[in-house]
């Protein structure tokens, strides 16, 4: 995703949190990782062509620039906190039909969420739901998509998103820790094709690795 997007949707959601109370703690973590993306109907639609309708297989290829990505910002009060996350997901259509020269959402699949989390003795648990932000860009019967348009730089919200994890924090010094996540995402997403519109749903299962600090 582009940087400087990034960065505006972070700081914006930064300024969209009430003040913590003097008993509340804030938490802020980044993390990398890789996804699996189950089989899902894809279908593409073109002014005056035939549907193309597939069950489309997807690979995240997360340390490909630019690489898959998680950050967010929960705050806590006692065991319960509320959170902003955004997972930085990519897809890259691997079984392309003869129509399809290149379909990918690799500059984001971007899953931007609100969670819920509650902190157990041994693990954290979360449930989230928000909105996807794609990037998409594809060629499809020798058409390319343009990729100016949007609300920032090919960028469009495109559908709902909802996710379920399960967390475990390993404390290092003071209020910085390491840790390890597992996630699932469900997604559908309405997004521009040349001369037409594609629809998908992406089921997929995440793991995380990160580093965060509790202040």
């Given amino acids: 995703m582009n ?7 972070v700081i914006s959601l930064l300024f969209c949190l009430p003040g913590p109370a003097p008993a509340d703690m804030l938490s802020f973590q980044a993390s990398g990782g890789a996804a699996y993306n189950f089989p899902l109907p894809l279908v593409i639609r073109q002014d005056g062509e035939d549907n193309i309708r597939l069950r489309a297989d997807y690979d995240t290829k997360p340390f490909e620039t630019p690489i898959y990505y998680s950050i967010r910002l929960g705050r806590w009060k006692e065991s319960a906190a509320w959170e902003l996350e955004m ?8 079984n392309m039909p003869s129509e399809v020269e290149h379909f990918s959402i690799t500059h984001g699949f971007n899953l931007l969420t609100v969670n819920r989390a509650w902190k157990k ?3 954290i648990w979360r449930i989230g739901a928000g909105v996807v932000i794609t990037h998409p860009e594809s060629t499809i019967r020798g058409k ?17 998103t909802a996710q379920i994890a399960l967390e475990k924090r390993f404390y290092l010094y003071k209020g910085f820790y390491a840790s ?4 699932y995402t469900l997604s559908w997403a309405h997004i521009p094709v040349a ?17 965060g600090i509790d202040f």
């Fill in 121 to 123: 003795p041994w693990f």
């Fill in 180 to 183: 390890i996540e597992g996630k």
């Fill in 3 to 9: 940087q400087y997007f990034a960065a505006f949707v």
């Fill in 144 to 160: 390319t998509f343009d990729q100016k348009g949007g609300m920032a730089d090919g960028y469009y919200v495109s559908g709902p």
């Fill in 87 to 94: 997972v930085h997901h990519k897809l890259t259509l691997t």
């Fill in 195 to 211: 001369d037409g519109k594609a629809d998908l749903w992406n089921s997929a299962l995440h793991g995380l690795f990160g580093m």
